[in-house]
Protein backbone atom coordinates (compact mmCIF):
# COMPACT_ATOMS: atom_id res chain seq x y z
CA UNK A 1 0.00 0.00 0.00
CA UNK A 2 1.66 3.41 -0.91
CA UNK A 3 0.08 6.03 1.47
CA UNK A 4 0.44 9.96 1.60
CA UNK A 5 -0.02 11.22 5.44
CA UNK A 6 -0.53 14.96 5.33
CA UNK A 7 0.11 17.05 8.65
CA UNK A 8 1.84 13.63 9.44
CA UNK A 9 3.42 14.47 13.40
CA UNK A 10 4.91 11.65 14.60
CA UNK A 11 3.53 9.19 11.73
CA UNK A 12 1.13 7.48 14.27
CA UNK A 13 -0.33 6.55 11.07
CA UNK A 14 2.36 4.36 10.01
CA UNK A 15 2.25 3.07 13.73
CA UNK A 16 -1.41 1.97 12.99
CA UNK A 17 -0.92 0.56 9.53
CA UNK A 18 1.81 -1.94 10.76
CA UNK A 19 -0.48 -3.04 13.65
CA UNK A 20 -3.14 -3.25 11.35
CA UNK A 21 -1.19 -5.84 9.48
CA UNK A 22 -1.35 -3.57 6.30
CA UNK A 23 1.95 -3.85 4.55
CA UNK A 24 3.36 -0.64 3.56
CA UNK A 25 5.08 -0.26 0.25
CA UNK A 26 5.77 3.86 0.22
CA UNK A 27 4.57 6.30 3.00
CA UNK A 28 5.20 10.08 2.40
CA UNK A 29 4.52 12.51 5.24
CA UNK A 30 4.11 16.36 5.28
CA UNK A 31 5.31 17.77 8.73
CA UNK A 32 7.00 20.74 9.47
CA UNK A 33 7.76 20.20 12.86
CA UNK A 34 11.59 19.34 13.15
CA UNK A 35 11.15 17.46 16.71
CA UNK A 36 7.91 15.56 15.24
CA UNK A 37 10.32 14.94 12.18
CA UNK A 38 12.70 13.97 14.41
CA UNK A 39 10.77 11.05 15.84
CA UNK A 40 9.20 9.69 12.77
CA UNK A 41 13.22 8.98 11.52
CA UNK A 42 13.96 7.63 14.27
CA UNK A 43 11.25 5.24 14.05
CA UNK A 44 10.98 4.70 10.58
CA UNK A 45 13.75 5.89 8.26
CA UNK A 46 12.66 5.15 5.38
CA UNK A 47 9.45 7.91 5.36
CA UNK A 48 9.85 10.14 2.95
CA UNK A 49 9.33 13.64 4.26
CA UNK A 50 7.81 16.05 1.73
CA UNK A 51 8.21 19.36 4.21
CA UNK A 52 5.47 22.15 4.37
CA UNK A 53 1.79 20.89 2.73
CA UNK A 54 1.61 24.21 1.05
CA UNK A 55 4.40 23.52 -1.39
CA UNK A 56 3.52 20.16 -2.28
CA UNK A 57 2.66 19.49 -5.77
CA UNK A 58 -0.25 16.83 -5.38
CA UNK A 59 -0.45 16.59 -9.07
CA UNK A 60 2.80 14.45 -8.69
CA UNK A 61 0.80 11.82 -6.57
CA UNK A 62 -2.05 11.08 -9.13
CA UNK A 63 -2.95 7.27 -9.73
CA UNK A 64 0.21 6.68 -6.93
CA UNK A 65 -1.49 6.55 -3.41
CA UNK A 66 -4.14 3.97 -1.89
CA UNK A 67 -4.79 5.61 1.31
CA UNK A 68 -4.72 9.56 2.56
CA UNK A 69 -4.20 10.03 6.09
CA UNK A 70 -4.72 13.59 7.85
CA UNK A 71 -6.25 15.46 10.62
CA UNK A 72 -5.37 19.01 10.13
CA UNK A 73 -4.51 21.50 13.37
CA UNK A 74 -7.20 22.02 15.54
CA UNK A 75 -6.19 24.79 17.39
CA UNK A 76 -9.16 27.51 15.39
CA UNK A 77 -11.61 24.94 15.88
CA UNK A 78 -11.19 23.42 19.15
CA UNK A 79 -13.33 24.34 22.26
CA UNK A 80 -10.54 24.91 24.06
CA UNK A 81 -9.77 28.18 22.27
CA UNK A 82 -11.36 31.60 23.15
CA UNK A 83 -12.58 33.62 19.79
CA UNK A 84 -11.97 30.52 17.55
CA UNK A 85 -12.16 30.88 14.07
CA UNK A 86 -12.70 27.52 12.84
CA UNK A 87 -12.01 26.74 9.25
CA UNK A 88 -10.99 30.90 8.56
CA UNK A 89 -8.45 30.55 11.77
CA UNK A 90 -4.73 30.22 10.36
CA UNK A 91 -3.99 26.86 10.76
CA UNK A 92 -7.35 25.15 10.57
CA UNK A 93 -7.46 26.51 7.67
CA UNK A 94 -5.03 23.71 6.47
CA UNK A 95 -7.96 21.50 6.12
CA UNK A 96 -8.61 23.21 2.56
CA UNK A 97 -5.06 21.73 1.44
CA UNK A 98 -6.39 18.03 2.70
CA UNK A 99 -9.47 19.02 0.39
CA UNK A 100 -7.02 19.66 -2.66
CA UNK A 101 -4.96 17.19 -2.18
CA UNK A 102 -8.03 14.57 -2.19
CA UNK A 103 -9.61 16.10 -4.96
CA UNK A 104 -6.52 15.79 -7.14
CA UNK A 105 -4.76 12.44 -5.72
CA UNK A 106 -8.20 10.20 -5.79
CA UNK A 107 -6.71 7.89 -3.74
CA UNK A 108 -8.89 4.58 -2.62
CA UNK A 109 -9.52 4.98 0.66
CA UNK A 110 -9.17 8.40 3.01
CA UNK A 111 -8.83 9.09 6.70
CA UNK A 112 -9.84 12.61 7.82
CA UNK A 113 -9.72 13.36 12.17
CA UNK A 114 -10.07 16.59 13.97
CA UNK A 115 -11.86 17.17 17.43
CA UNK A 116 -15.30 16.96 17.88
CA UNK A 117 -15.88 20.09 19.88
CA UNK A 118 -16.10 22.16 16.95
CA UNK A 119 -19.07 24.32 16.12
CA UNK A 120 -21.45 22.29 13.73
CA UNK A 121 -20.96 25.24 10.91
CA UNK A 122 -17.45 23.42 10.49
CA UNK A 123 -18.36 20.06 10.85
CA UNK A 124 -20.83 20.30 7.98
CA UNK A 125 -18.53 22.25 5.90
CA UNK A 126 -15.84 19.20 6.26
CA UNK A 127 -18.54 16.81 5.77
CA UNK A 128 -20.05 18.64 2.94
CA UNK A 129 -16.34 18.53 1.13
CA UNK A 130 -15.38 15.31 1.80
CA UNK A 131 -18.65 13.63 1.29
CA UNK A 132 -18.94 11.49 4.23
CA UNK A 133 -20.45 11.67 7.53
CA UNK A 134 -18.20 11.74 10.26
CA UNK A 135 -18.12 8.81 12.93
CA UNK A 136 -17.49 10.19 16.89
CA UNK A 137 -14.85 7.50 18.08
CA UNK A 138 -13.89 8.23 21.99
CA UNK A 139 -10.48 6.75 22.79
CA UNK A 140 -11.36 5.72 26.20
CA UNK A 141 -13.05 2.56 24.40
CA UNK A 142 -9.34 1.30 22.98
CA UNK A 143 -7.23 3.05 25.49
CA UNK A 144 -7.34 4.73 29.28
CA UNK A 145 -7.89 8.51 27.60
CA UNK A 146 -10.95 10.42 27.67
CA UNK A 147 -10.51 11.56 23.61
CA UNK A 148 -13.34 11.95 21.08
CA UNK A 149 -12.38 12.68 17.71
CA UNK A 150 -14.33 12.53 14.64
CA UNK A 151 -13.28 11.02 11.56
CA UNK A 152 -14.27 11.05 7.95
CA UNK A 153 -13.71 7.94 6.32
CA UNK A 154 -15.00 6.50 2.74
CA UNK A 155 -13.63 3.25 4.42
CA UNK A 156 -17.32 1.23 4.71
CA UNK A 157 -18.80 -0.43 7.49
CA UNK A 158 -17.47 0.89 10.90
CA UNK A 159 -18.94 0.29 13.94
CA UNK A 160 -17.41 1.35 17.60
CA UNK A 161 -14.44 -0.47 18.63
CA UNK A 162 -15.27 -2.67 21.62
CA UNK A 163 -14.46 -1.18 25.11
CA UNK A 164 -10.73 -2.80 25.89
CA UNK A 165 -11.64 -2.17 29.70
CA UNK A 166 -7.96 -0.66 30.13
CA UNK A 167 -7.63 2.05 32.80
CA UNK A 168 -5.55 5.33 33.98
CA UNK A 169 -3.93 2.85 37.13
CA UNK A 170 -3.53 0.24 34.40
CA UNK A 171 -0.73 2.28 32.49
CA UNK A 172 0.97 4.44 35.36
CA UNK A 173 4.67 3.80 36.18
CA UNK A 174 3.93 3.78 39.81
CA UNK A 175 1.62 5.65 42.22
CA UNK A 176 -2.16 6.44 41.90
CA UNK A 177 -5.55 8.06 40.19
CA UNK A 178 -8.85 8.72 41.42
CA UNK A 179 -10.28 8.14 38.35
CA UNK A 180 -10.86 5.29 35.68
CA UNK A 181 -9.99 7.36 32.61
CA UNK A 182 -7.13 10.05 31.97
CA UNK A 183 -8.20 13.54 31.06
CA UNK A 184 -7.54 14.27 27.66
CA UNK A 185 -3.69 15.22 26.83
CA UNK A 186 -3.22 18.01 24.61
CA UNK A 187 -0.40 20.01 23.30
CA UNK A 188 0.00 21.94 26.29
CA UNK A 189 0.43 19.75 29.09
CA UNK A 190 4.16 20.33 28.91
CA UNK A 191 3.38 23.48 30.85
CA UNK A 192 2.39 21.15 34.15
CA UNK A 193 -0.55 21.07 36.10
CA UNK A 194 -1.89 21.54 39.91
CA UNK A 195 -4.89 20.97 41.92
CA UNK A 196 -6.62 23.89 39.96
CA UNK A 197 -6.15 22.75 36.84
CA UNK A 198 -7.05 19.12 37.16
CA UNK A 199 -10.16 19.65 39.73
CA UNK A 200 -11.89 22.77 39.20
CA UNK A 201 -10.95 22.96 35.09
CA UNK A 202 -10.96 19.08 34.72
CA UNK A 203 -7.28 19.18 32.47
CA UNK A 204 -3.83 17.99 32.32
CA UNK A 205 -4.03 15.01 34.60
CA UNK A 206 -2.47 14.46 38.16
CA UNK A 207 -1.35 11.76 39.78
CA UNK A 208 -0.90 11.07 43.49
CA UNK A 209 1.78 9.48 45.40
CA UNK A 210 -1.30 7.58 47.86
CA UNK A 211 -4.57 5.74 46.94
CA UNK A 212 -7.74 7.46 47.60
CA UNK A 213 -10.61 8.85 46.13
CA UNK A 214 -11.78 12.39 45.52
CA UNK A 215 -15.45 13.80 45.95
CA UNK A 216 -16.73 17.31 46.00
CA UNK A 217 -19.87 19.38 47.53
CA UNK A 218 -20.91 22.66 47.37
CA UNK A 219 -22.19 24.44 50.67
CA UNK A 220 -25.05 26.11 48.74
CA UNK A 221 -25.54 29.32 47.55
CA UNK A 222 -22.89 31.15 45.77
CA UNK A 223 -19.99 28.85 48.40
CA UNK A 224 -16.83 27.88 47.08
CA UNK A 225 -16.69 24.03 46.46
CA UNK A 226 -14.77 22.23 48.55
CA UNK A 227 -12.81 19.01 47.84
CA UNK A 228 -12.65 16.01 50.34
CA UNK A 229 -9.89 13.28 50.07
CA UNK A 230 -11.09 10.13 52.02
CA UNK A 231 -13.60 12.46 53.69
CA UNK A 232 -10.64 15.36 54.58
CA UNK A 233 -10.86 18.37 53.36
CA UNK A 234 -8.24 18.99 50.01
CA UNK A 235 -7.80 22.70 48.66
CA UNK A 236 -7.00 23.82 45.39
CA UNK A 237 -4.05 25.10 44.60
CA UNK A 238 -5.01 28.67 43.95
CA UNK A 239 -5.49 29.01 47.70
CA UNK A 240 -2.45 27.58 49.30
CA UNK A 241 0.60 26.79 49.14
CA UNK A 242 2.40 26.47 46.17
CA UNK A 243 0.81 27.58 43.91
CA UNK A 244 2.05 28.14 40.30
CA UNK A 245 4.49 25.59 40.68
CA UNK A 246 4.17 23.70 37.03
CA UNK A 247 7.14 20.51 36.96
CA UNK A 248 7.86 18.26 39.85
CA UNK A 249 5.56 17.39 42.61
CA UNK A 250 3.36 19.28 44.41
CA UNK A 251 2.50 19.34 48.31
CA UNK A 252 -0.73 19.61 49.96
CA UNK A 253 -1.20 21.73 53.20
CA UNK A 254 -1.31 19.54 56.08
CA UNK A 255 -3.62 21.50 58.34
CA UNK A 256 -6.27 23.90 56.70
CA UNK A 257 -9.12 25.43 58.60
CA UNK A 258 -12.71 25.33 57.04
CA UNK A 259 -15.24 28.07 58.21
CA UNK A 260 -18.76 28.29 57.33
CA UNK A 261 -20.22 31.31 57.12
CA UNK A 262 -24.18 32.52 56.64
CA UNK A 263 -24.89 35.66 54.52
CA UNK A 264 -28.37 37.34 53.40
CA UNK A 265 -28.66 37.35 49.90
CA UNK A 266 -30.92 39.86 47.79
CA UNK A 267 -33.68 37.76 48.40
CA UNK A 268 -33.37 37.74 52.18
CA UNK A 269 -32.65 34.17 52.21
CA UNK A 270 -29.28 32.70 54.02
CA UNK A 271 -26.64 31.69 52.02
CA UNK A 272 -23.80 28.95 53.66
CA UNK A 273 -20.35 29.73 52.47
CA UNK A 274 -16.86 27.38 52.83
CA UNK A 275 -13.78 29.17 52.54
CA UNK A 276 -10.29 27.41 53.37
CA UNK A 277 -7.53 29.44 54.72
CA UNK A 278 -4.12 28.40 55.10
CA UNK A 279 -2.97 30.96 57.58
CA UNK A 280 -2.73 29.30 60.72
CA UNK A 281 -5.70 31.42 61.63
CA UNK A 282 -9.19 30.79 62.54
CA UNK A 283 -12.37 32.50 61.91
CA UNK A 284 -14.03 34.31 65.00
CA UNK A 285 -15.13 32.05 67.39
CA UNK A 286 -18.75 32.21 67.88
CA UNK A 287 -21.41 30.30 69.83
CA UNK A 288 -22.15 27.99 66.80
CA UNK A 289 -19.54 25.01 66.42
CA UNK A 290 -19.83 24.78 63.19
CA UNK A 291 -18.74 28.11 62.54
CA UNK A 292 -14.75 26.99 62.38
CA UNK A 293 -13.90 23.24 61.65
CA UNK A 294 -9.94 22.19 61.84
CA UNK A 295 -9.15 19.15 59.01
CA UNK A 296 -5.95 17.61 59.27
CA UNK A 297 -5.17 15.89 56.08
CA UNK A 298 -1.90 13.95 55.78
CA UNK A 299 0.85 15.49 53.21
CA UNK A 300 0.25 14.09 49.93
CA UNK A 301 2.14 14.81 46.41
CA UNK A 302 1.00 14.44 43.27
CA UNK A 303 2.86 14.97 39.68
CA UNK A 304 1.99 15.05 36.07
CA UNK A 305 1.97 12.02 33.92
CA UNK A 306 5.25 10.95 32.36
CA UNK A 307 6.12 10.61 28.72
CA UNK A 308 5.84 7.00 28.55
CA UNK A 309 2.34 6.92 30.47
CA UNK A 310 1.22 9.60 27.58
CA UNK A 311 2.82 7.64 24.96
CA UNK A 312 0.27 4.82 26.47
CA UNK A 313 -2.79 6.92 26.21
CA UNK A 314 -2.10 7.25 22.87
CA UNK A 315 -1.66 3.71 22.52
CA UNK A 316 1.60 3.96 21.24
CA UNK A 317 4.85 2.30 21.61
CA UNK A 318 7.13 2.71 25.39
CA UNK A 319 9.94 5.51 24.61
CA UNK A 320 8.72 5.89 21.07
CA UNK A 321 9.20 9.57 21.82
CA UNK A 322 12.52 8.94 23.44
CA UNK A 323 15.50 11.49 21.60
CA UNK A 324 14.22 14.86 22.38
CA UNK A 325 13.27 16.86 25.54
CA UNK A 326 10.35 15.73 27.65
CA UNK A 327 9.07 19.21 26.84
CA UNK A 328 8.94 18.31 23.36
CA UNK A 329 7.53 15.03 23.53
CA UNK A 330 4.68 16.31 25.44
CA UNK A 331 3.90 18.57 22.64
CA UNK A 332 4.22 16.10 19.81
CA UNK A 333 2.33 13.36 22.21
CA UNK A 334 -0.88 15.50 22.50
CA UNK A 335 -1.00 16.40 18.81
CA UNK A 336 -0.65 12.81 18.10
CA UNK A 337 -3.59 10.53 16.93
CA UNK A 338 -4.22 7.61 19.72
CA UNK A 339 -3.01 4.66 17.72
CA UNK A 340 -5.68 2.29 18.36
CA UNK A 341 -8.19 3.94 16.89
CA UNK A 342 -7.08 4.39 13.31
CA UNK A 343 -5.99 0.41 13.54
CA UNK A 344 -9.88 -0.06 14.09
CA UNK A 345 -10.87 1.94 11.36
CA UNK A 346 -7.87 0.36 9.07
CA UNK A 347 -9.38 -3.16 9.65
CA UNK A 348 -12.43 -2.51 7.80
CA UNK A 349 -10.47 -2.27 4.55
CA UNK A 350 -11.09 -4.68 2.17
CA UNK A 351 -8.98 -5.36 -0.66
Not at 23 to 42: L, P
Not at 91 to 109: G, M
Not at 139 to 153: E, G
Not at 171 to 190: P, W
Amino acid sequence: MNVLSLFDGISCGRVALERAGIKVDTYYASEIDKYAIKITQKNYPDIIQLGDVNNIDFTQFIGKIDLLLGGSPCQDLSIAKQNRQGLKGERSKLFWKYVEALNIVKPKWFIFENVASMKKADKDIITKELGVEPIMIDSALVSAQQRKRLYWTNIPGIEQPEDKHIYLQDILESEYTDRLKSYCVDASYFKGTNLEQYLEKKRRQVVFDKPFKVGQFNSGGQGNRVYAIEGKSVTLSANGGGRGAKTGLYLVPKICCVAQRGRYNDDGKIEQKYELRFDGKTNTLTTVQKDNMIWNIEEMYIRKLTPIECERLQTLPDNYTEGISNTQRYKCLGNAWTVDVIVHILKYIKY
